[in-house]
């Protein structure tokens, strides 16, 4: 989020110009940032997110209940 504000994330000089500060330049980075210092900067910069639906939906599975019942 950049001043409160949800942007796609399509360019690495967007995460570099958010948290450039903190050594961090690209997405790399900020999945290999696991514990330091500004870690709870660099993770809240990401904020929630939003999974799209899949194209199509479940059509033809079975909802599985039991691990056994796993092929």
Request: net charge positive; aromatic share 6%; hydrophobic share 30%.
């Amino acid at each position: 989020m950049l001043n409160k504000q949800r942007v796609p994330l399509i360019d690495n000089s967007i995460i570099e110009q958010a948290l450039g500060k903190y050594g961090i330049s690209c997405l790399a980075d900020i999945e290999h940032t696991s514990v330091g210092p500004h870690f709870k900067k660099i993770t809240n910069f990401g904020g929630p997110f939003e999974l799209s639906k899949t194209k199509g939906g479940l059509q033809g599975r079975k909802h599985l209940t039991r691990m056994e019942e796993i092929p």
